[in-house]
DNA sequence: CGATTCTTTGAAAACAGTCAATCTGTGTGG
DNA sequence: CCACACAGATTGACTGTTTTCAAAGAATCG
């Protein structure tokens, strides 16, 4: 149930995982199912967990005053999901997290997490990197959102996270570019003449 | 000269500096003028400074095939400003950073950097607080980006970087928010009628 | 003062959004 | 196993917004 866990602690981190080490994230990150459509968190709320996809998706929005969903993030297997802003400073969230599909998750609370952070080598190197990482793709996301076209944007997509393609259907995937769905699949249509 | 970094370091860090510390920055972030549209930093190039603005202002920003210049960051004084994707992992960077105004910065190589990261205890937690905050704003704005009209975000940029609108001129601030100079021009004067 | 940069305005064209209808494939309950 | 409901994708006509291009007015700097 751990091992994907444990692989992708390896895997991101020079240190080596010692034999307490995994017992102590074996005992915190528990196992949890969330059902299709299911919330792991909604806006107005605290984000309390930290959250590692084992299997499945799931996708992160903001709703406007029209009630219309903006997709911000989406995640699937070997993910970390959560609002890492709401969590760290006890804020209310802004977004909601829900499963797209039937998904696995190993979860922990905020204050197991704080202690591995700072008492497992590996294990903070890891999330130092996760950030850095992530840092840089959103100010790519943010460069390509104000200087590229839909199209253009659409085809970046394509090229770098073709999971998310056939995972997700092209609604969701149209307003995670900031575009409707009609748009999208005009954008498809035109794209295949060429 | 060092004094406003100094500060700076002490106002986001619960660690204070010693003697040690304080002697070890001095010596190593230098002064540094830039004159009016002098590049810090040219798309290709690897990033290779640290560098905190002292007065001033700076952008940052990448040229389309079409020559138009989108502003992806404006940095003011106490700012930090680099391309840290670039600097990290050694990759030429995409962006071009220059002084809109004469800027004077103190700025250090990015070896030194990385042992100040580790070795003093205040500049390291400063640095990952800042690093967090940079996070959760880039998540914001690219947010806004994907779900707010072009009108909400220059309300929004009035509101909490009111000191942009007065430093940097009106094309500058449209491209920051993805839209055209005439675009922003129309907006502002439909939201003074209101 | 003259040059340069910045801002505004107007008109046309391009683009994306909206609304409504149709088509497709999937899966569930009778 | 079929029928029907449902979610998703596509298309067309229309509307509204943003861009583009061009020109002119305002402000700033040397």
Known sequence: ??????????NHSTTTLTE???????????????RKRQYLL????????????IKGAMRQYTVDAKGIEHVSRLSIENWWVGDRESSTNLTPSIYNIDAWEETDVLQTTLTDFAKYLSHIAAFGEMFRKL??????AMQKR???????TAEQRYNDLEKNYPQFLQRFPQHIIASYLGITKETLSRIRTQTVKK
């Open 20 to 34: 307490q080490d995994v017992e102590a994230i074996k005992k915190t990150f528990v196992h949890k199912h969330y």
């Open 1 to 10: 149930m751990h091992e994907s866990l444990l692989k992708y602690i390896r």
């Open 142 to 148: 943010l460069n390509a959102a104000i200087s590229m």
């Open 131 to 136: 950030d850095e990482r992530h840092a840089f």
């Open 42 to 53: 909604q806006e107005g709320e605290v984000s309390k967990y930290v959250v590692f996809i």
